[in-house]
Every structure is written in C-alpha cells, then in structure tokens.
C-alpha cells in the first residue's frame, strides 16, 4: 500500500552551484572583491595543488569552483539541494524508479549526500547539512565585511525538454511552479519553480539550439537576493573598477518585473542580483506559450 512507500523527506533549500574554472585563484579574487565573500574553504591533493575551493555566501549555501579538466566547455558540474534527510531522499527516488547510488556518502565538507543525474544530464547533490560539516560550523561569522548578497534566492540551468524536466522536479521532488516566461514572444524561455518547503526556487532555462559556450554562461546561473538594486550596482560598480571582465555589467527591469543585474566571473559565469518584490508590486501574468520542446 502506499503507506508503506517511502516518502520524499523535505527539500529545505538551495545549497551550492559548482563550476570548473581556468583559472581560480582569479575566480577566488572575483568573488572575495567583487561579491565580498571572503571566506573561503579550500582543499588540496598530497602535491599541494588546489583540487576545490568552496566559497561562503552563508551557513547554509556556497559556490565551489574547481581546477577546469575540459577547457572551453560547459562551466557547470553540478548543484544541490539541501533536504531533512538524505538517505530518506535516496530510497524515496529509487522506489520510484529513478537511479540512485548504492548507499549516501560523506562529502569533503563532512556531510552526508548523494549525486544523481537529472534529465537533462546535470549532476544533481542531495545534502544533508551536519552541524560539525562546512559551512554549518561557521554559522554566526559572516562570509565577509562587506558581502553585496548572502542569499542563493534561485538557481538556473539549461534545459533541452520542459517535459521531462517536469517528471523529475515537478512530479518527484514536488516543486511548485509558478511563474513561465517569454523572451521573444514566440516560445518559452524561463520556467520558475519554488522548492516544496522553502521560499527559493530553480529556474528551468529552455533553449532550442545548442547553446555556445557564452550562452551557457548565461542558461547556468544563480541567483542572489538584494534589498536594494542601485545601492548594490554603485557598490559592485565601484568594486569592479576598470578591471576587464568578459561581459559588461547590466542592469534592467526583467520581464518578471523584478529589478535585475548580471555580473560574470573571469569564464563568464553569471551572477544575478535581483530583488524579491517586483519594482511596482503587480506580477507579470504566466505566460501561455509553447516550450521550444
């Protein structure tokens, strides 16, 4: 009887996004100068070499960069979820029929998880933060001074069929849809989903064609929450100075009619500043449109 079925423990947050990097200890300076993340966890292999770099944004949510082992392609490796109980998360997708690992596993961070692979292909982690793990350990110390965000409010990722990316976040882990947009009138663009128990959410992003490497720079995101959108440009403009970054800074109202900004890393990995409330208070209607798929 269903009863007896294991249940989906609770989805509790957005933990991390992982991407390989060309260079990061230029990555590293990006995020501690720019975004003001100061602390940074870092692991090294027997030879001294860095091997992963974790970056605080706060006690429950980071971003790892690693050492790149393809160079030009994709900047995504993976990301993860944060849920109640991770060994109840893996038998609850292996009842149904979606494969798992053998068992959980202890991650470098000393908490325990496990990796799957989403319908598109992404490496998906399920976490089950430890009090003693990183970055739980540190909670009470700030990520930095002066961070411009300390919360991971959305992620976003390529998506090829909106149809089958609903079977696994939609119909298994029970996100709730509730906004889709249109960046061209034609065909979808952007599917937002919050997580069952927690206010943040994914972003489905569709595409047609095969995405080039800058544009997947664009698809593979995360999203930050801000309180105030000029306050935090004038302070990410005065940080950035002159510097050379691989796109220009900008700064909009989206078609969600939520103030937006994008910043991009050294491999021209984005960033999203935005803010919660849309600028007016009305909400953009869903859009009706057919996905590309």
Same mark, same amino acid.
């Given at each position: 009887?269903?009863?007896?079925? !294991?249940?989906?423990?609770?989805?509790?947050?957005?933990?991390?996004?992982?991407?390989?990097?060309?260079?990061?200890?230029?990555?590293l300076?990006?995020?501690?100068d720019?975004?003001?993340? &100061?602390?940074?966890?870092?692991?090294?292999?027997?030879?001294?070499?860095?091997? =992963?770099?974790?970056v @605080?944004? =706060?006690a429950?949510?980071?971003?790892e960069? +690693? !050492?790149e082992?393809?160079?030009?392609?994709?900047r995504?490796?993976? /990301?993860?979820? $944060?849920?109640?109980?991770a060994?109840?998360m893996?038998?609850?997708?292996? #009842?149904?029929?979606? @494969? *798992?690992p053998?068992?959980?596993?202890? %991650?470098?961070?000393?908490?325990?998880g496990?990796? *799957?692979?989403?319908?598109?292909?992404?490496?998906? $982690?399920?976490?089950?933060?430890s009090? @003693?793990?990183?970055?739980?350990?540190?909670?009470g110390?700030?990520?930095?001074?002066?961070?411009?965000?300390?919360?991971?409010?959305?992620?976003?990722?390529?998506v090829?069929?909106?149809?089958?990316?609903? @079977?696994?976040? +939609?119909?298994?882990?029970e996100?709730?849809?509730?906004? +889709?947009?249109?960046?061209?009138?034609?065909t979808l663009?952007?599917?937002?989903?919050?997580? !069952?128990e927690?206010?943040?959410?994914?972003?489905?992003?569709l595409? #047609?064609?095969?995405?080039?490497? &800058?544009?997947?720079?664009?698809? =593979?995101? /995360?999203g930050?929450?801000?309180?105030s959108? %000029? &306050?935090?440009? $004038?302070?990410?403009?005065?940080?950035?100075? !002159?510097?050379?970054?691989?796109?220009?800074?900008?700064? %909009?109202?989206?078609?969600?009619?939520?103030r937006?900004?994008?910043?991009?890393?050294?491999d021209?990995?984005?960033?999203?500043?935005?803010?919660?409330?849309?600028?007016?208070?009305? *909400?953009?209607? %869903?859009?009706?449109?057919?996905?590309?798929?």
């Open positions: 009887m269903n009863e007896h079925r !294991p249940q989906r423990p609770a989805v509790t947050g957005l933990a991390s996004m992982t991407f390989q990097s060309s260079d990061p200890a230029k990555a300076a990006y995020y501690r720019v975004h003001g993340w &100061e602390d940074h966890y870092l692991r090294t292999d027997a030879q001294g070499n860095l091997t =992963n770099a974790f @605080k944004v =706060n429950r949510q980071w971003v960069l +690693r !050492p082992t393809a160079p030009q392609t994709d995504l490796i993976q /990301f993860a979820f $944060e849920v109640a109980d060994e109840a893996r038998l609850y997708l292996a #009842d149904r029929g979606w @494969k *798992v053998a068992s959980v596993s202890m %991650s470098l961070l000393g908490n325990l496990f990796l *799957v692979n989403d319908p598109d292909g992404h490496l998906v $982690e399920f976490i089950q933060l009090p @003693k793990g990183w970055p739980s350990r540190t909670r110390e700030p990520a930095g001074l002066k961070p411009l965000s300390t919360t991971l409010m959305h992620l976003g990722f390529s090829y069929s909106l149809d089958a990316s609903l @079977k696994f976040y +939609r119909d298994l882990l996100c709730r849809e509730f906004w +889709r947009g249109s960046s061209d009138e034609k663009a952007w599917v937002q989903m919050k997580l !069952p927690d206010e943040n959410y994914i972003e489905l992003m595409y #047609d064609q095969p995405p080039t490497l &800058e544009w997947l720079g664009v698809l =593979n995101h /995360f930050l929450e801000v309180f959108m %000029s &306050e935090t440009m $004038e302070e990410a403009s005065r940080r950035m100075g !002159p510097r050379p970054y691989p796109r220009e800074v900008g700064y %909009s109202i989206g078609k969600c009619r939520h937006l900004a994008n910043v991009y890393d050294p021209g990995t984005r960033a999203e500043f935005m803010e919660r409330k849309t600028f007016d208070g009305s *909400v953009t209607p %869903s859009s009706p449109l057919p996905a590309p798929h």
